[in-house]
């Protein structure tokens, strides 16, 4: 079992940035691979970007690219999303989320969820 837990939300105006953290635990936290997903009212869950256990692969949705910037620190069982150049279409409800072994995309991959933290970006 994996537990993941999400906090930094917030509300930040166009333009800003943000950190969202990740605390994964667990027994087993080796080939950990964590993604970030979000979810706007009225809309579907999207994929936001994700990394390898290693890091040295990461993946991003093109929607984020070059403003987001996925990362962990396996010492402290800790993945971030730093959040830059923040959009009001970027208000969503992040979700992380983890699977074992590669990255993926597609959310029905992964086996286990964090309750969300909300960002809100006001224009």
């Known amino acids: 079992q994996v537990q993941l837990v999400e906090s930094g939300g917030g509300l930040v105006q166009t333009g800003g940035s943000l950190r969202l953290s990740c605390v994964v635990s667990?027994?087993?936290?080796?080939?950990?691979?964590v993604g970030w997903f979000r979810q706007a009212p009225g809309k579907e869950r999207e994929f936001v970007t994700a990394?390898?256990?290693?890091?040295?692969?990461?993946r991003y949705a093109d929607s984020v690219k070059g403003r987001f910037t996925i990362s962990r620190d396996n010492a402290k069982n800790t993945v971030y999303l730093q959040m830059q150049s923040l959009k009001p279409e970027d208000t969503a409800v992040y979700y992380c989320?983890?699977?074992?072994?590669?990255?993926?995309?597609?959310?029905?991959?992964?086996?286990?969820w964090g309750q969300g933290t909300q960002v809100t970006v006001s224009s």
């Open positions: 667990g027994r087993t936290l080796r080939n950990v691979a």
């Open positions: 989320a983890a699977r074992y072994f590669t990255v993926s995309s597609i959310g029905d991959e992964y086996d286990y």
């Open positions: 990394i390898s256990w290693s890091g040295s692969s990461t």
